[in-house]
């Protein structure tokens, strides 16, 4: 199946997918979050797939929430919509290892992310934090 945000393979056992929004550095949309959900639910019952590493293209895993989806949205709306809800439960539910490898940045909910995993490989390159503080 082909997706809009994602590149997915498999190989060996082993699931791979990469966030593909490079030009905002990857930052997790409703959509991205919605076909990553897909992803895994469908491998969370093929025997084929032992775990899953996910990764991000370009030069960030991902730079957290998409605030340009969010900026028109009242908090009240973000809060009702529960953007994050279902994605992260979908994670941390997922019964088979995740892997996250990370090069790059891992921002905010790109860095949650990341946590939400079983393992954390990090190239030097990568930088972990949580600015949303300063929104």
């Known amino acids: 199946m082909a997706y809009e945000t994602l590149l997915v393979e498999a190989d060996g056992g082993v699931g791979i997918i990469t966030l593909n929004r490079p030009e905002a550095l990857n930052a997790l949309n409703r959509k991205l979050c919605a076909e990553l959900m897909a992803v895994l639910a469908g491998w969370e019952s093929d025997p084929a797939i032992g775990c899953v590493i996910i990764t991000g293209a370009g030069r960030a895993f991902a730079a957290g929430a998409d605030i340009k989806e969010m ?24 019964r088979k290892p995740l892997i996250a490898a990370v090069n790059g940045f891992a921002l905010g909910g790109g860095c949650e ?14 930088k972990f934090g949580q600015p949303e503080i300063n929104l």
């Open 113 to 126: 992310l990341a946590m939400l995993c079983d393992f954390i490989l990090a190239s030097e390159a990568a």
């Open 71 to 94: 900026a028109p949205q009242s908090y009240m709306d973000v809060y009702q919509a529960d953007m994050f809800g279902a994605f992260e439960h979908a994670l941390s539910s997922f």
